[in-house]
């Protein structure tokens, strides 16, 4: 059974950075980091395949960095220019079947146990 722990997060003030990890106990074939606020839905961030291929949802391009060791067993996030809007709870996901870098949270069935990120003004 795969399980996901994760580490990292924090506060910080806006334009500050951080660094988000998450280890599996065996690899996976895609992995992702979702953002959930409250009153809304958790919302894919960035995503990982284990061919290299990346995806991010617009808002973070060019600040976010997702990474994943060769072993497709620790993924992290590292976070740069953080702004307020970037606050919530991070879950790393992953999914045992190649979706590519999906964002598409239906398609990940393994789950983190949540991060809290807030950034302050």
């Known amino acids: 059974q795969l399980q996901l722990m994760q580490s990292g997060g924090g506060s910080v003030q806006a334009k500050g950075s951080l660094r988000l990890s998450c280890t599996a106990s065996?690899?996976?074939?895609?992995m992702a980091w979702f953002r959930q606020t409250p009153g809304k839905e958790r919302a894919g961030v960035a995503a990982?395949?284990?061919?290299?291929?990346?995806q991010y949802v617009d808002s973070v391009k060019g600040r976010f960095t997702i990474s994943q060791d060769n072993a497709m067993t620790t993924l992290h996030l590292e976070m740069n220019s953080l702004q307020p809007e970037d606050s919530g709870v991070y879950y790393c996901?992953?999914?045992?079947?190649?979706?590519?870098?999906?964002?598409?949270?239906?398609?990940?069935?393994?789950w983190g146990q949540g991060t809290q990120v807030t950034v302050s003004s």
């Open positions: 996901a992953a999914s045992l079947t190649d979706i590519g870098p999906s964002l598409y949270l239906p398609f990940y069935t393994l």
């Open positions: 065996r690899s996976s074939a895609s």
């Open positions: 990982i395949d284990i061919h290299g291929k990346i």
